[in-house]
């Protein structure tokens, strides 16, 4: 059977198990985690590595930017929504903090300041995503009605969308550069 449409199938059944656990609040956390953690990936790899080049290369780095910071930023807060309604661990957070060593960098403090935090909230919002950088601070719940969350879920929407148009302008110049140079 072609890969497209084995793909097709599973990305669908991903969200039809992810719908039907989201809102009819199944009992199934596991079957929810799974299907939630597999549309999130599906959808967050074809953003980063199809939508934004394109958009990027299409509508130069400023308009790109203000384009794709608002698709992402609908989506990363439609994946806060849905996962809070799910409370299903599709970063797999919970596992992660469990690491010893990872466990020593999240607690870690200088004085008042928790520095452990700051680096991975830093960390998770120019390697991944908003949402992540959420769910690594605030775990399966978050609390929108805080303006603390908001404030933090836009820093670090800015944070991800600057890191991800510089790194995309920048490999695609170098894309431009390197077809002049060979001739092609």
Excluded at 47 to 70: C, H, K, Q, S, T
Excluded at 106 to 131: E, N, Q, R, T
Excluded at 135 to 159: C, M, N, P, Q
């Amino acid at each position: 059977m072609d890969p497209k449409i084995l793909w097709s199938i599973a990305l669908g059944s991903a969200f039809l198990c992810f719908a039907l656990n989201a809102f009819w609040k199944s009992k199934t956390q596991k079957s929810s985690a799974v299907a939630g953690f597999v549309l999130w990936q599906a959808l967050d790899n074809w953003i980063d590595l199809a939508l934004y080049p394109v958009m990027i290369g299409w509508l130069g780095e400023i308009r790109g930017f203000a384009v794709m910071f608002a698709v992402t930023l609908v989506g990363n807060l439609l994946y806060l929504v849905i996962n809070g309604r799910t409370e299903a661990d599709w970063t797999l957070r919970d596992t992660i903090l469990k690491l010893p060593v990872v466990r020593t960098v999240y607690d870690w403090k200088i004085g008042p300041l928790a520095v452990g935090k700051a680096l991975g909230f830093a960390f998770f919002s120019i390697k991944f995503d908003s949402f992540t950088a959420i769910i690594y601070l605030y775990g399966k719940s978050v609390d929108l009605r805080k303006a603390k969350v908001w404030i933090l879920f836009i820093t670090s929407h800015v944070i991800c969308n600057v890191a991800w148009t510089l790194l995309v302008g920048g490999l695609l110049a170098f894309a431009k550069i390197l077809l002049k140079t060979t001739g092609f």
